[in-house]
């Protein structure tokens, strides 16, 4: 026909045959992914990196071994004059180590520092502030610069070398050995009445002491000035060596491990000891009975708070007059204790401030200086602002940690750890005083905790969302489940994937080639 525009024939062409092997593209690309399928590609890269992050922390901070000569260093009984200024082997080691310790901090070897670490360095200026109030500046140098020793420098060398799990249970294991090594000598002190063995062949007399004996065991000092600061440094272990020691043992292995710390503990036949243990046994017992409901520790907070209530309206005294009342061994001790308690806080009424400093507090004339009280002493030495801050610092350490995403089994294993010793010594901390080398312990051990949650057991990147399947019994983190996977919907401009069946695909995958005009 004139006129008529020619169209060339319609033609066909054959695709090719789509292997069987053939795999979909990625998620990303826009096809639809099985949530079965991706939620196994995000538990393969959790894992990947936690291997690698788990690589990276095994060699921990690197610097452990001046944590670990600290700890040896406390075995030590000795005294010397340096300078005119009285030292201890602990205190001699923190002078070495305090300027490149401090340094380290600074410069971000353990992390920026945090607000724990202001909290800690302004209760340490407080102090300072105090003495300089109450003795003047002489006094002020002098004791305020074993203070810093003694509180800062112990803290912030905890917070430089214990960097990561390994490092915290390199410290659990080396505590360990050295309750070990003591124990004998505890023992002959208990059961044989002897004096302490260990200042005697060190030239150590002036510290060997006899006060008598309890339960039919004479109280054991071992290296210590008094049994009190034996059974203080011996029953802090007990929580560490039950989840830290070897994580994920069985039951009766981690009771003969325990058996050693609880033994010595009774060889010091100390309140505040006794009472550590008990509560840290409470805090693992609580753990064990109610291991599969996600919000114990939530219960068990509001039980404390609804038993003190309780205890306050049933009982004619005060919560803890009671507490003293049955968790001292004689009626005495326990006496003592409440009128201490009574007195000492007249003096923080009376000076709220900056407290009394080093001078002698109001008491009945029978009643020694001694106040078995660590916190009440704080606040009416140096005022109620420096234990303020330091007690923050504590109370936030510990609710950091708490609330810390771990998918490292070690790091959880030593945050249940620290905080079951962690409660065991501030609540005995109520009843005794730490001083000297054990109030530089305590403090190390509060301090060797912070790297839970200043990047030593931070969640390797992609995998906060998906942790790898934990063990029920161990696992820590229950908030909020994360959402289950959807299947993402396909792109408009992204064409739905066909089948990849060798018989149906030729036929189906034929296209029509567009006429020309």
């Known amino acids: 026909m004139t006129g008529a525009v020619s169209r060339p024939p319609l033609t066909f062409r054959r695709a090719p045959a789509v292997p069987t092997n053939a795999t979909a593209p990625d998620v990303a690309a826009g096809p639809v992914q099985d949530a079965p399928t991706a939620g196994r590609d995000r538990l393969g890269r959790a894992t990947d990196a936690l ?15 001046l944590a670990g000569l600290f700890l040896i260093s406390l075995l030590f009984p000795n005294r010397f004059l340096i300078f005119g200024l009285t030292y201890h082997p602990y205190k001699l080691w923190l002078t070495i180590i305090f300027i490149p310790v401090l340094a380290m901090f600074f410069s971000g070897r353990a992390g920026k520092p945090m607000l724990v670490d202001w909290l800690m360095i302004g209760s340490t200026l407080w102090v300072l502030l105090s003495m300089l109030r109450n003795h003047g500046v002489n006094l002020m140098v002098v004791t305020g610069g074993t203070y810093i020793l003694e509180f800062l420098g112990a803290y912030l060398l905890a917070r430089v070398t214990i960097r990561s799990g390994a ?16 124990l004998p000598f505890a023992a002959l002190e208990a059961l044989l009445w002897v004096d302490a063995v260990i200042p005697r062949l060190v030239g150590a007399d002036w510290m060997m002491t006899n006060l008598g004996t309890r339960m039919g065991m004479r109280r054991s000092q071992v290296v210590f000035e008094h049994p009190i600061l034996y059974g203080a440094f011996v029953s802090a272990a007990f929580g560490l060596v039950w989840y830290t020691l070897i ?14 710390v609880g033994f010595s503990t009774m060889f010091s036949v100390s309140t505040g000891a006794f009472l550590a ?23 068990f907070g509001w039980l404390v708070v609804i038993g003190y209530l309780a205890l306050d309206q049933v009982t004619t005294r005060t919560p803890f007059h009671t507490l003293v009342n049955y968790a001292a ?4 001790s326990s006496y003592n204790r409440i009128i201490i308690f009574d007195h000492g806080m007249r003096v923080v009424e009376n000076n709220p401030i900056f ?19 660590f916190w009440l002493l704080i606040a009416m030495r140096h005022g ?3 234990l303020l801050m330091f007690a923050a610092a504590i109370v936030l350490i510990m609710l950091r940690s708490a609330r810390q995403t771990m998918i490292d089994p070690l790091d959880r294993a030593c945050r249940a750890g620290y905080l079951t010793a962690l409660g065991g010594i501030i609540i005995a901390a109520g009843t005794v005083h730490y001083w000297r080398a054990i109030f530089t312990f305590v403090i190390f051990i509060i301090g060797s905790g912070v790297w839970m949650f200043t990047g030593g057991a931070r969640s390797p990147a992609g995998a906060e969302a998906d942790p790898p399947p934990e063990d029920e019994g161990t696992r820590p983190d229950r908030g909020r489940r994360a959402p289950a996977a959807r299947r993402p919907v396909s792109s408009p401009a992204t064409p ?13 995958d034929r296209t029509l080639q567009t006429r020309r005009p």
């Open 51 to 65: 291997r690698n992050v788990t690589a990276q922390q095994a060699a921990g901070s690197g610097l452990f071994i």
């Open 167 to 182: 490092d915290f249970q390199r410290m659990v294991k080396w505590l360990f050995v050295i309750i070990l090594i003591l």
């Open 247 to 260: 994580p994920n043992t069985a039951f009766v292995a981690r009771m003969f491990l325990v058996s050693f």
């Open 277 to 299: 243990v008990m509560v840290q046994i409470g805090l693992i017992g609580w753990e064990l009975v109610t291991r599969p409901h996600p919000k114990r520790w939530r219960i």
């Open 329 to 332: 061994f004689s009626s005495q």
């Open 355 to 373: 407290g009394i400093g080093f001078r002698d507090w109001p008491r009945p004339r029978w009643m020694s200086a001694s106040v078995d009280n």
């Open 384 to 386: 109620v602002p420096a």
């Open 496 to 508: 739905r994937p066909r089948t990849t069946d060798p018989v149906d695909a030729p036929r189906r």
